[in-house]
């Protein structure tokens, strides 16, 4: 059973330029989640996706959106990069279907995607 | 924003010695999880504990929560070189599980 799975792996751009990160849940998970880890920091959450449509949605500005395919695989997109926008980009999911879910389901991680603006 | 803030911001300890790591954080919570990192790869899952749960075992690991302090501290006994990690701790609100709000970590390092 594959776990969360990222593409690609590392990725440079330049400031100015739009990048889309790929992510493909955990089999049976119908959640995904994006966070955004700078270097030496904790990840912050940027926006969560189910049934297709952003559930809840981090302090991030509009430059980064997402989507969330039939298959639960999604992308987030981030436009007009910034050299502060340089981070590990981690994708996480999860059952969030049923109340019980939504508070204790385990959120498995991806191996993350490193973007690199310079 | 960040919502746990973890203490030590780093930790050196030798093989065999027991790592503690403590958390904190400032509004309610539902339930508090801790995750290790390494070399800043993906998370993993270490334990999550409920707000109505004291402390919490898996192995190696005991958590414990305090919620009227507002605080968590994850005890890792008998430490290896293969623990050797950032450790963070994050906290769920009320409504749902995913939201989560993460630290800034504890980096152990077990000198072998």
């Known amino acids: 059973d594959a776990g969360v799975t990222q593409s690609p792996t590392h990725l440079i751009k330049t400031r100015g330029q739009q990048v889309t990160l790929r992510c493909s849940p955990k089999s049976g998970h119908d959640t995904v989640s994006w966070y955004q880890q700078a270097l030496g920091q904790g990840p912050q959450f940027i926006f969560q996706y189910y049934e297709e449509e952003e559930r809840q949605r981090g302090n991030f500005p509009d430059r980064f959106s997402g989507h969330q395919f039939p298959n639960y695989s999604s992308e987030l997109n981030v436009n007009a990069l910034l050299l502060g926008d340089s981070a590990l980009y981690l994708c996480?999911?999860?059952?969030?279907?049923?109340?019980?879910?939504?508070?204790?389901?385990?959120?498995?991680f991806g191996p993350g995607t490193r973007l690199t603006v310079l | 924003s960040q919502q746990g803030e973890e203490d030590p911001q780093a930790l050196s300890i030798q093989e065999g010695e027991n790592a503690t790591m403590n958390c904190s954080y400032k509004?309610?919570?539902?339930?508090l999880q801790w995750y290790r990192q390494n070399s800043g790869r993906g998370l993993v899952h270490l334990i999550l504990i409920r707000s109505n749960e004291r402390e919490k075992h898996s192995g190696r690991l005991r958590v414990t929560l305090d919620t009227s302090k507002k605080s968590s501290s994850l005890l890792i006994t008998a430490s290896r070189a293969a623990d050797t990690a950032s450790y963070f701790c994050a906290t769920a609100g009320p409504y749902n599980n995913n939201d989560m709000r993460f630290g800034a970590g504890t980096r152990l390092t077990v000198k072998p």
């Open positions: 509004t309610s919570i539902n339930n």
């Open positions: 996480a999911s999860s059952l969030g279907a049923s109340p019980y879910g939504r508070l204790y389901n385990e959120q498995f």
